[in-house]
């Protein structure tokens, strides 16, 4: 069983993976564009948060730049494929590369420590909650503030011309879409929202590492299979709601695993687990349309 403070712990990360899952829903499945740039969008979220709030910023204006620092990485992998003609998955590959430099070049060291600095979650400790239900309570409200504003940018005008975009995009630009544009746009918002968990993941983990962003697309592709296996995402808003709930199980199914003496998993096994998750997640649903059309054949 697990204890209160890792239940809170695993809910609280996978609301920031949320964040992330949201981001792959919009790069992988409303544009069809396999971007790997999350990889170093997530760090580089972290990184520009962190050194601008030792340096004095304001916590919450911190982690507004590093949301646009996250749109301008995605949008360097749209425009390497855009404008360039380079491939999508190459060009992602080419911005994760860089980043890592980058990264390394905006916090002047492997990694910055932010336990001594006020965040965007230090107001929230005088509510006079326990410790490990702080960190909930803030990430519920951001993820609830970013679904409504992702579901009304997906009912715009330009919201439909980026789905129109990844569902056909030459029917799209011969309806007068300009294509680029909506995949510029798209992968730039796709990361920003990565690049604000990544923010959100340094302030309430306490520093910020130029690692940290190693197997986040894994993780968000986890949660956003995983989560359309439970939730069919015939709409947007189901889409949305699989992305949190999806990143949500499998940070609990992590943690219950990690947990359970029975199984003797350790740390070092996380991979292992979460491959077998993906593979499970995937899997299922197609089981489970098999089981039901066999029930069926045997009424009829």
Same mark, same amino acid.
């Given at each position: ?14 609301? +920031? ?6 981001? #792959? ?35 919450? +204006? ?71 239900? &702080? ?48 995949? #510029? ?5 796709? %990361? ?26 894994? #993780? ?33 199914? #992590?943690?219950?695993?990690? %947990? ?17 998750? &993906? ?22």
């Amino acid at each position: 069983m697990l204890s209160e403070i890792a239940f809170y712990g695993a809910v609280e990360t996978g609301l +920031i993976y949320g964040l992330v899952a949201f981001g #792959i829903y919009i790069s992988f499945r409303v544009l069809d564009f396999p971007d790997l740039t999350v990889d170093g969008s997530f760090p580089l979220g972290a990184a520009v948060a962190a050194v601008l709030i030792i340096s004095g910023w304001n916590p919450w +204006i911190a982690t507004g730049a590093a949301v646009l620092a996250g749109m301008a990485a995605g949008a360097v992998t749209a425009m390497l494929n855009v404008k360039l003609n380079i491939l999508n998955l190459l060009a992602s590959i080419l911005t994760m590369i860089a980043l890592y430099s980058v990264n390394l070049r905006i916090m002047g060291r492997p990694n910055v420590a932010l336990l001594t600095e006020d965040t965007v979650l230090t107001p929230w400790y005088d509510l006079g909650l326990a410790y490990h239900q &702080v960190p909930v309570l803030l990430f519920i409200l951001v993820v609830i503030v970013a679904f409504i504003l992702l579901w009304r940018f997906m009912k715009s005008e330009t919201g439909l011309a980026m789905r129109a975009t990844g569902a056909n995009a030459r029917m799209a630009r011969a309806q007068g879409i300009a294509t680029g544009g909506m995949i #510029i746009l798209g992968v730039a918002l796709s %990361n920003g929202l990565v690049g604000l968990a990544g923010a959100l993941f340094a302030q309430s983990q306490g520093a910020a590492d130029v690692t940290m962003g190693v197997g986040v697309i894994v #993780i968000g592709l986890a949660s956003l299979i995983g989560g359309e296996a439970v939730i069919t995402p015939s709409t947007v808003v189901r889409a949305l709601l699989a992305c949190v709930f999806g990143a949500i199980i499998y940070r609990l199914a #992590i943690a219950f695993a990690l %947990n359970a003496d029975v199984l003797g998993l350790q740390a070092q096994d996380l991979n292992l687990i979460t491959a077998v998750l &993906v593979t499970l997640a995937i899997v299922l649903p197609g089981v489970r349309t098999s089981v039901m059309s066999k029930l069926s054949r045997k009424k009829a």
